[in-house]
């Protein structure tokens, strides 16, 4: 569905991706995993094209995506939940939600199509059903995680992109929304996670990629990748 090709791209002339290339089939997850500073977030923003490539390709679908511009990308359906969340913090949960319903523009009766994915994400998460009233910024991490996958289902994605999502989260917390990217899989959506808990992003993925200094230095289905020794020793914390 997605492919990377000999990507370089960076910064004001400096590069931060020195050719990488790896794919995502449609139907699966993908983690891209790595330490601080690998370059994750540069993948992630290079395929929202957010990120100046300077060389390679991107192809989604079988188009060629590379020269094209973040608005354009997903109107392909290619969305992404940012680093750090970005909710709206004074607006209310529902709100923060709306806000992701946007690709829906030529719908008929649109409020009724609205409703009808407000109820399929408090489905997802029902506790953003309880806190639907309550403004974003008073919500816990967890919570506001929720909510910003929520506002990128919203716009229903093709691929979802995430970027850390357990970042500063509680375990327990992680866990239940890896739990709920897995039952988004079952459901036959396509995601590429870029997490720096590898563990259990390689647990999760179907397949991954570790990402050292910009460059792709191994890959292989998550499952070969949680026993691969370079990889427990560099990146698991275990040996
Ligand atoms: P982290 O988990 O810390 O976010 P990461 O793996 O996502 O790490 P990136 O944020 O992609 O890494 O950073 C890759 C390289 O690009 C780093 O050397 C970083 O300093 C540089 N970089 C990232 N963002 C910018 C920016 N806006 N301007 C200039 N350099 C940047």
Do not use: C
């Not at 890896?178 to 808990?197: I, K, P, Y």
């Amino acid at each position: 569905m997605l492919q990377l090709d000999n990507i370089r791209a960076g910064y004001k002339g400096t590069e931060a991706l020195h050719g990488v290339s790896m794919w995502v089939d449609a139907g699966t997850i993908v983690s891209v995993v790595g330490s601080n500073g690998a370059g994750k977030s540069t993948t992630v923003n290079t395929i929202s094209r957010l990120v100046t490539t300077y060389g390679g390709r991107i192809t989604f679908e079988g188009r060629d995506i590379t020269g094209l511009g973040p608005a354009e990308v997903v109107d392909m359906g290619i969305i992404q939940v940012p680093e750090g969340r970005q909710l709206f913090g004074p607006l209310t949960v529902a709100e923060n939600l709306r806000l992701g319903f946007h690709r829906q523009r030529r719908v008929k009766n649109r409020e009724a199509a609205f409703r009808d994915k407000l109820d399929y994400i408090y489905d997802l998460f029902p506790r953003l059903k309880e806190r639907a009233g309550q403004r974003a910024i008073t919500l816990s991490g967890g919570e506001q995680q929720m909510v910003a996958i929520g506002r990128a289902l919203m716009a229903e994605p093709r691929l979802l992109l995430l970027d850390e999502p357990s970042l500063g989260l509680a375990p327990l917390i992680v866990e239940k929304i890896f739990d709920v990217l897995s039952g988004l899989r079952a459901q036959g959506l396509t995601m590429l996670l870029v997490e720096q808990h590898a563990d259990e992003a390689l647990a999760l993925a179907d397949y991954g990629f570790v990402l050292s200094v910009g460059k792709v230095t191994v890959h292989g289905p998550g499952v070969e990748l949680r026993s691969n020794a370079a990889v427990t020793s560099s990146y698991l914390g275990h040996a």
